[in-house]
């Protein structure tokens, strides 16, 4: 398959994601961000957390990423992740209640160590949101519209 | 018949034994399914360890000049004087002998295999049942962990990595092995050492050689290193519970079998008994109408 991406994003529990007709990968590298088309040069990357988007024609998959690696090669994009999910497995209600919980807790202002925990719980509950977020107002263009999510 | 045992009471012991008989295939059954889920668990883990592991041995092979090897401390081999063991077990028993052996190796280990001095060992017990044989016979003990072979998962194994790292780094310990059960099949598991740290990195294939590295492969290696420890330990446990399962469900259909065979004899004896009471019954009527029919 000229011209197209095979992905893979593997944590050490399980195969999170797997596509062979991706036109571009965009993920959070530990640098910025990297876009990856097919042909891309042998390289491996540390990633930091974010979304990462794959691009399939006109449908766009997202995931979120927090922390691991990225290895490109003979047109095979590779994520060792830390901890990854697809947008739809994102738990939306719990990812808002983490977030409020984090907030309330930076606003209390007590020792730094709960400080720190709670700062990146924010970030990621911020993160998760985001992914879900966006999976459910960006339907894929000319396709079905997504079900609503599950109460 | 030496010992006259009532046909009521043989019943009794009949319906006892099948009791137990239902317990052992219940548990016979939970443990099959725990331990597909444990299989599958080391199937789908294999990807990632596999990625990992090839990442590892070709960076070491290229990013050293040795002394740069050196420099980092999860790879750093120093004569060794103490030495941290951790001992997998499983939390709860009847599992067959699969606590016995891993045990017998870990002792074996400290009392045979290595040359320090039991007081120069540290050890981690995973599992209940390392726990209490460690309290029980006075090993040293530092830290033990539970709750975490039965379905292990990365987020538990963290907390052991860290520990073992921190020791190894600051200097407290200058090797860590792990002592597990290694799932061969369900008829077969066998207990084995694994050195976790100083790190021997795999062998290279130098299929990497020309990458290009963000930010730049020192930094790359830095943190794959905590990443290959982490990997293990999870892979170790997973090859724990496995074997645990299987042990436990191997040991409990035995059990079921035993019973089983043990009620088929038991209403053997039941029938013989019912029998000779009846035919003592019989002769006893018979004996009074005989004795009826002498009177008259």
Redesign the interface.
């Known amino acids: 398959m000229a011209g197209k991406l095979r992905v ?1 994003v ?6 999170v994601y797997q596509v062979d007709d991706a036109d571009m990968v965009i993920a959070p ?3 910025g961000t ?1 876009g990856i088309l097919p042909r891309h ?6 990633l930091s957390m974010g979304e990462m988007r794959v691009k399939r024609g006109r449908e766009e998959d997202s995931l979120t990423i927090f922390g ?2 990225l ?1 490109v ?1 003979n047109n095979v994009v ?1 994520v ?1 992740a ?1 901890v990854a999910e697809r947008a739809e497995e994102i738990d939306l209600a719990r990812a808002e209640e983490a977030r409020q919980r984090a907030l309330a807790r930076l606003r209390e202002r007590r020792a730094d160590i709960d400080r720190r925990r709670a700062e990146m719980a924010l970030r990621r509950s911020t993160i998760r949101i985001a992914v879900a977020r966006k999976r459910r107002a960006r339907p894929a263009p000319g396709g079905p519209p997504l079900p609503e999510a599950q109460p | 018949m030496p010992q006259a045992v009532t046909p009521r009471e043989i019943r009794r012991r009949i319906r006892s034994i099948k009791n137990t008989a239902q317990i052992t295939r219940a548990m016979e059954m939970v443990a099959a399914s725990k331990m597909r889920r444990a299989q599958q668990a080391v199937l789908a883990a294999r990807p990632y360890a596999e990625r990992i592991r090839a990442m590892l041995g070709d960076l070491a092979a290229m990013t050293s000049p040795q002394e740069e090897v050196r420099a980092f401390p999860l790879l750093q081999r120093r004569p060794i004087r103490r030495i941290q063991l951790i001992l997998v077990t499983s939390d709860r028993g009847l599992a067959g002998s699969l606590n016995t052996n891993v045990i017998r190796r870990a002792v074996d280990f400290m009392t045979r295999e290595r040359p320090e001095p039991l007081e120069n060992f540290d050890i981690v017990a995973v599992g209940r049942k390392g726990r209490d044989f460690l309290v029980r016979y006075g090993w040293p003990m530092v830290a033990e962990f539970t709750r975490i072979t039965d379905r292990p998962s990365i987020e538990a194994v963290r907390p052991l990595a860290e520990l073992a790292t921190q020791d190894f780094t600051t200097g407290r310990v200058d090797a860590v092995f792990v002592v597990y059960t290694h799932f061969i099949n369900t008829l077969k598991q066998e207990p084995r050492v694994l050195q976790l740290l100083p790190i021997e990195p795999p062998e290279g294939t130098g299929a990497i050689s020309d990458y290009i590295f963000e930010p730049d492969p020192v930094t790359v290696l830095e943190a794959l290193l905590p990443r290959f420890i982490e990997m293990q330990l999870y892979r170790v446990l997973l090859e724990a519970s496995a074997s645990e399962h299987s042990a436990r469900m191997v040991a409990m259909r035995n059990a079921t079998q035993n019973a089983l065979d043990l009620v088929a004899e038991l209403t053997l004896t039941y029938n013989k008994a019912r029998q000779a009471q009846i035919t003592r019954e019989v002769s006893e009527i018979a004996a009074g109408a005989n004795a009826l029919g002498a009177l008259q």
């Open positions: 893979e593997v944590t050490a529990e399980r195969l590298g530990a640098e990297l040069a042998p390289l491996v990357s540390l691991g690696f290895e090669a590779r060792l830390d």
